[in-house]
């Protein structure tokens, strides 16, 4: 789960971490009167859930409480278009108001999981402020790591070692390291998956100070952390996955082609993908609808997948083990009755209970594209596609 940028600054703070003093607003009103109490001299920031919201609009500096109000007026209600986003954008419901910093150099600083060392790494680089990425790829000897290593944890020679690479010596070497390892406990304490701070701003001051933050959680450790999941914002999320997971469906994953799958198994669900696409399709979501005990599940998914406009024809795909392909073909039949999956759609049936599923097919007097195999499947499943295009 990704935080807002004031959710995972508050949680930084709480372990330590420096931040702006700043509060959320609403309403253009809201945020003229935390301006007024910040002093007026703010800079206004949207609260969506992307990187990039400088360059698209979504990061104003003002000097007044007037222009903070202007600047909410013109962010709030937005839909923010950035490089991570797409074409759509994301809506902005929220800005953060906070006290301008006098910026003297801008660093980079996060903790991420490394997947090949299998630990946490913490990244430091002093090219903050842009595009990490596009560091990384042009200039790779400014980007420092430091592995975590379990047993030992994040040590305080490795902070010197990152803080002295990204230039922190003298009065800054101690606070950089103590605000590392800050940052890594907050990681490992909340399960995180990526802990940013870009940029992590030298003052004129000559003090510390994250001016920026991003959060998110590793999903499969929701169940140990209660307290974040009242942070979750569903807005910011694709609706249909939302939709999905709030009727207990956990692994639908909205994808860009334009053919539906629904599939039974992770595994033959991502065959299925590449089978797609190997006959020159697209799929238009992943779902494996695992082992389906009742039609509701069935229907329910099958209605998440016939309301997307991008979706032009539909492939089930089971191969029934403890799912029973009769329970499918059931949920297949009434989405269609009920007009819940109005898109040509092509079913292939194997497995538990195969008879007893394609009895039903065949009962049910439906316009159904048949196939036996896997290939043969796909193949429908591209030409009706192409067909309905
Ligand atoms: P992002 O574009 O989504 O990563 O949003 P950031 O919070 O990183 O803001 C983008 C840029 O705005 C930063 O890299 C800074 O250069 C600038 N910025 C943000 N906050 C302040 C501030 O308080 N003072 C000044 N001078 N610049 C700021
Ligand atoms: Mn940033």
Do not use: W
């Not at 207990?248 to 082609?257: A, R, S």
């Not at 009769?326 to 297949?332: E, L, S, Y």
């Not at 007009?339 to 079913?347: A, H, I, K």
């Amino acid at each position: 789960m990704k935080l807002h940028e004031y959710q995972a600054k508050e949680l930084l703070a709480e372990y330590g971490v420096p931040i702006p003093r700043g509060q959320i607003a609403r309403t253009p009103e809201e945020a003229h009167s935390a301006a007024s109490e910040l002093g007026g001299k703010v800079v206004v920031k949207a609260q969506a859930l992307t990187g990039g919201r400088g360059k698209g609009g979504g990061v104003k500096l003002v000097n007044s409480a007037d222009e903070a109000k202007e600047a909410a007026s013109e962010i709030l209600g937005m839909q923010l278009v950035t490089h991570q986003t797409g074409p759509a954008g994301l809506p902005v419901h929220t800005v953060l108001v906070e006290e301008q910093i006098e910026i003297e150099r801008e660093l980079y600083l996060s903790v991420a999981i490394d997947n090949s060392a299998g630990k946490p790494v913490v990244i430091a680089s002093a090219a903050g402020g842009m595009d990490i990425e596009a560091v990384a790829e042009s200039n790779p000897e400014k980007i420092n790591r430091q592995l975590v290593y379990p047993h030992s944890g994040f040590q305080p020679f490795q902070g010197r070692a990152l803080a002295f690479a990204t230039g922190l010596d003298g009065d800054l070497l101690r606070p950089a390291s103590d605000l590392m390892s800050n940052l890594v406990k907050a990681f490992e304490e909340n399960d995180g998956a990526i802990a940013e701070i870009n940029p992590l701003v030298v003052t004129s001051e000559g003090t510390l100070i994250a001016a920026d933050a991003k959060f998110s959680t590793d999903d499969n450790a929701d169940f140990r952390h209660f307290e974040l999941a009242e942070l979750r914002d569903a807005t910011q999320e694709d609706q249909r996955e939302v939709e999905a997971k709030d009727a207990g469906i956990e692994n639908y994953v909205k994808l860009d082609g334009n053919i539906g799958c629904l599939v039974n198994g992770a595994g033959l669900a991502m065959a299925t993908m590449d089978a797609l696409n190997f006959e020159g399709g697209e799929p238009a979501n992943f779902l494996d609808i695992g082992t389906a005990n009742s039609a509701d599940s069935v229907v329910t998914a099958l209605k998440i997948i016939g309301s997307d406009p991008d979706v032009s024809a539909v492939l089930v795909n089971i191969f029934g083990g403890l799912a029973r392909v009769d329970i499918i073909a059931d949920g297949v039949v009434i989405a269609k009755n009920e007009g819940l999956l109005p898109q040509p759609t092509v079913v292939r049936l194997a497995g538990t209970n195969v008879e007893e599923g394609l009895e039903i097919l065949d009962n049910s007097g439906l316009e159904l594209t048949r196939a036996d195999g896997f290939a043969e499947a796909a193949q429908k499943a591209v030409a009706a596609a192409t067909n309905a295009n």
